[in-house]
Every structure is written in structure tokens, then in C-alpha cells.
């Protein structure tokens, strides 16, 4: 956290000084200045100040309370001294003399878009389905940000959904999961899913680019990050060669890999296996390849 000491005031103001330590709307108003600025719309002086009267969670009207116009200069000299602070959220001038932004970050931070409620942080509780599904729309709207927005709406409708009926009573259930979000899968009815890309569509678009880097940050973890689990550090990169994650050949994967698990009989048949959890699937791959490096070793020394 930044720290800003007032003597005068005995006062001690403290602000995020990176994305962790933002709140949900910090998050999302720091977004929507993001787009204003790679848009065109304001300068980066403009996005300073702007983000600095955000997480100082100034109002509007903070400037009439000085009746002074000498005291309001000073106030506004102040703010743009402090906005130079906003460094830490800025990475470095692109060749075009462009800045470019720290957004990733595997937490959501839109946990519920109207009143449907989305994922949990680093894709806890998202079953291989869901992930497979969303990732094809993911890289689609990726590609073509531009004249593919229809596919990040697609995206959020995958991964956002309503809450069970119920829930305020199943939540209490000794055999309740925890899942809020109704379930999704392959057999899930299309009508539904197109009513949500209809309304998510309407929604502003800062907000589901938020979504849209929550997925690639996570996307990024599950090939280079290095979970705990029962005490031991996984190393996820070693599930991935450098060669074999092209669009098409990773989409292909993901079903091949559903085939081949199901072979197995650990998760059940195709459907049990492509609804459990993807983290389940993922340190069982990581199991598997691991043996499979071991077997390698070992016949290399025969």
C-alpha cells in the first residue's frame, strides 16, 4: 500500500500501490480509464489524475469545499503530485510511445454481472466443460478483438450464470459444494445460454474485459504457475512444449485429453470426467506426465 501522512490533519491515507490490493470497483474503474486511454480519449496525464481521485476515493464535489481559490489550487497541485505514484501500475512506453498497463491478476474481480455470478479466483471451481468452452471463445475474441466482441459476450455467458434456486437454504446443506452457479455442461439447453449473451451484451465493455483478463491471467497460471498442493510445488510449465500450443492444436487437446482420461475410469465416463473440477484434471495430467518422465529416465540408463 501507498502511504500519504498529513501531519496538519494527523491523518494517515493509505492506496492500493498494485491490482492485488484494489477492491472490486477500484479494479474496474482502473479498467474503464485504461480503455479511455488506449482509446484516445484522455492523456496520460488525464488517466493519472484520474486514477489518483479513484483510489483516494475522492467525490466530485471535493474541490467546492475549499472556498479559497488559493486553497483549491493547492489541493489540486497536491493531487497531481500524487498521481506521479501511479508509476506502479504502469509497465513501459511501447514503440509507438503508447504505455502499456498492469491488469492480470488471477483474482476475479467481477464476481456477479447483473444478477448472474461468475467464477471463483484462479478458476477454483471451474469444471473442465466450462474451461474448454470458454477458453474456444477466449481465443476467438483474442484474435479479433475488433469483430469478434460477440465471443467475449459467448465467454461470460459460459462463465456466468444464475444462482440455484434456493441457494439461501442449500448453502447450509451438510452435501452442499459451495458451487452457487447452476451447472453447466455439454448438454446444457442453448436458449438459456444465448438469453445470457443477449443481456451481457448491453453491459459496459470495461466491465466484461474485466472478465476477459481474469481469463487470461488464469490461462497464463495454468501454464507457468506453480501451485501447493498437500505441500508440494507443481510445476504446471512442464505439461506444455514450446511447440504445442498453437490455437487450433490446444482446442483439438483439450477434447483428446478428455478421450484419454476417460479411458483411465479415474473421473467416470466422458460426461463425469468433462464436469469435475479442471484443477482435479490438471494435477492428474500433471501425475501422469511425471510418471511418464520417470519411465523415460529410467530406460535411458538400461
Known amino acids: 500500500m501507498n502511504k500519504i501522512e498529513i501531519p496538519a490533519k494527523n491523518m494517515i491515507i493509505n492506496f492500493p500501490s498494485e491490482i492485488d490490493e484494489m477492491t472490486n470497483d477500484q479494479f474496474v474503474g482502473y479498467l474503464f480509464y485504461v480503455l479511455q486511454y488506449v482509446q484516445g480519449k484522455i492523456s496520460e496525464d488525464r488517466f493519472r489524475y484520474s486514477l489518483t481521485i479513484l483510489l483516494l476515493d475522492i467525490h466530485k464535489g471535493f474541490m467546492r469545499l475549499f472556498r479559497s481559490s488559493l486553497k483549491r489550487q493547492q489541493a489540486e497541485y497536491n493531487l497531481v503530485r500524487i498521481s506521479q505514484l501511479m508509476d506502479g501500475f504502469i509497465e513501459h512506453h511501447q514503440g509507438n510511445g503508447k504505455r502499456e498497463f498492469k491488469l492480470k491478476s488471477v483474482r476475479n474481480f ?39 466482441e460477440d465471443d467475449l459476450n459467448r465467454m461470460i455467458a459460459v462463465l456466468y450464470r444464475p444462482s440455484k434456486l434456493f441457494w439461501f437454504i442449500r448453502k447450509y446443506l451438510k452435501n452442499c459444494d459451495g458451487e452457487r452457479r447452476i451447472a453447466f455442461g455439454s448438454r446444457s439447453n442453448p436458449i438459456y445460454l444465448n438469453t445470457r449473451i443477449k443481456r451481457i451484451s448491453r453491459v459496459p465493455l470495461h466491465i466484461r474485459y474485466a472478465v476477459f483478463i481474469y481469463f487470461s491471467a488464469c490461462e497464463d497460471f495454468l501454464k507457468t504457475g506453480r501451485p501447493v498442493v498437500d505441500g508440494n510445488e507443481l510445476d504446471l510449465s512442464k505439461l506444455y512444449t514450446s511447440d504445442g500450443d498453437s490455437n487450433n492444436k490446444a482446442d483439438v487437446g483439450l477434447v483428446g485429453l478428455l478421450y484419454s482420461l476417460t479411458e483411465t475410469g479415474v473421473f467416470g465416463n466422458i460426461e463425469e470426467t468433462d464436469n469435475s473440477n479442471l484443477w482435479d484434471i490438471m494435477i492428474r495430467l500433471y501425475q501422469v506426465v511425471m510418471q511418464m518422465q520417470e519411465i523415460e529416465e529410467k530406460s535411458k540408463k538400461l
Open 110 to 148: 467481477v464476481p456477479k454481472i447483473l444478477d448472474y455470478y461468475g467464477p471463483k479466483n484462479c478458476f477454483e471451481n471451474l469444471t473442465y466443460c466450462e474451461y474448454r468452452t470458454a477458453r474456444a471463445f477466449f481465443k476467438s475474441y483474442a484474435q479479433d478483438m475488433d469483430n469478434k
